[in-house]
């Protein structure tokens, strides 16, 4: 009846799995009592995510919270507007900045000029914006659990055949036991990123915010997906990857968040060499090519080859933008002194709060900038950088 129905268009198995290869294949569990992968063991990642949730609000409360005084994190002291009905109805309305039509309808309402209503506005978003300590507690639960499952992964996974040679991901396939570890790694993964996912709409936005929402969708999928078809093996090496450098990342947040300036800044360093090795190298040339090549010594393409694949090379374009950004910021590190923010950060930066302070912070960066070109003047790369800079500066007319 219905079940049948649903098997014949949801789990169709001339889609979802190689040619001459069935979900009895797959289920049937070996005469040693092993387990093989059917879609229902998945279920189970709905519960455990609300578990999550739950246990992220118990942690940010009772860890992230003390440990972020002792840390010595501070929120910013934010001005409080002087309440403006019509401003107030207007802002909660449109969180974007308001147009030149919507400045002289505000006027005529407001009795205000439009420069007073602009900075109403700035003072206003200012003050929804979330402090440190929030951010920290955010940044801190994503941590530890990064953490915890990559130690947990690579303790299980460093034994295993497929993890030093790729082509054994294929081998034997369909007939592939999971091992209690792998099954509980896919489980809490799962788990962990549906909780984010249907967290999205009350943690702190990030500029990100798109690109992050693809990024859980498609992982999501690519975890559901090679789970349901046996392709444990991969997904297990995929997932890996991600986890070992994202606590970096999340760790450097934290620091950042507390002041902590050089250790935020070295930890950065090291995820960035971490993020830029694994996701740029690892990942395209050992996981995504033995997925798209290896694995057809086994199979032929079918389409839940192509499905696979597109997947992972949804994850690799977002390895490449991330990246991208990444380097924008190594780029400001090695000139201007400092890590600016995280670029993955949250919307708009704080640098518009006062215009003054953008100033002294300009000078700040000048002072840097200069202490840093003389410290590597010395250098005889620099020096070329240098002369063939004043070549193109004498060439180049004065905008000024």
């Known amino acids: 009846g219905d079940q049948e129905l649903v098997n014949q268009w949801v789990w169709r198995q001339d889609f979802w799995l190689p040619p001459g290869v069935t979900w009895k294949d797959i289920a049937e569990g070996s005469a040693d009592g092993s387990h093989y992968p059917v879609p229902r063991d998945l279920l189970i990642s709905l519960p455990l995510a609300l578990g999550f949730i739950a246990l992220r609000f118990v942690f940010e409360r009772v860890v992230a919270l003390p440990l972020s005084w002792r840390l010595g994190v501070r929120d910013r002291v934010r001005l409080r507007v002087t309440p403006v009905p019509k401003l107030e109805a207007f802002y909660l309305q449109k969180k974007q900045q308001p147009s030149p039509n919507d400045l002289l309808v505000l006027e005529k309402h407001c009795g205000l000029s439009q420069h007073q209503i602009q900075t109403w506005l700035r003072h206003r978003r200012n003050q929804d914006r979330p402090g440190n300590t929030r951010k920290f507690c955010e940044a801190s639960w994503r941590f530890v659990f990064y953490l915890m499952a990559f130690s947990a992964a690579l303790v299980s996974l460093?034994?295993?055949p497929w993890f030093w040679d790729h082509r054994e991901c294929w081998r034997g396939y369909p007939r592939q036991a999971v091992a209690?570890?792998?099954?509980w790694y896919y489980i809490v993964e799962l788990a962990f990123y549906l909780s984010l996912l249907l967290c999205v709409s009350?943690?702190?936005?990030?500029?990100d915010f798109k690109e992050q929402i693809?990024?859980?969708?498609?992982?999501?999928?690519?975890m559901a997906f090679s789970y349901c078809a046996n392709y444990v093996r991969v997904g297990t090496l995929v997932m890996l990857v991600h986890d070992s450098a994202d606590f970096l990342l999340e760790s450097a947040k934290m620091f950042n968040y507390a002041g902590w300036r050089k250790t935020c800044d070295a930890l950065f360093v090291v995820f960035a060499a971490v993020f830029l090795v694994t996701r740029l190298v690892v990942f395209p040339y050992r996981i995504v090519y033995t997925a798209v090549v290896d694995s057809l010594d086994v199979f032929p393409p079918y389409p839940g080859y192509y499905f696979l694949n597109g997947l992972l090379l949804v994850l690799q374009?977002?390895?490449i933008f991330w990246a991208w950004l990444i380097l924008r910021m190594v780029h400001k590190f090695v000139f201007l002194g400092k890590v600016e923010r995280d670029e993955r950060?949250?919307?708009?930066?704080?640098?518009?709060?006062e215009g003054g302070e953008e100033e002294h912070n300009w000078e700040q960066k000048k002072g840097a900038l200069n202490s840093k070109l003389a410290s590597l003047a010395n250098n005889c790369v620099l020096n070329n950088l240098t002369n063939q800079r004043r070549k193109m500066n004498s060439r180049t007319p004065k905008a000024r």
Do not use: C, F, W
């Not at 693809?214 to 690519?222: G, N, R, W």
């Open 345 to 353: 950060s949250d919307e708009e930066s704080e640098a518009d709060e």
């Open 214 to 222: 693809i990024h859980h969708i498609a992982t999501i999928l690519l």
């Open 317 to 319: 374009a977002l390895h």
């Open 202 to 207: 009350v943690d702190i936005k990030r500029k």
């Open 158 to 160: 460093i034994h295993t």
């Open 180 to 183: 209690g570890a792998q099954y």
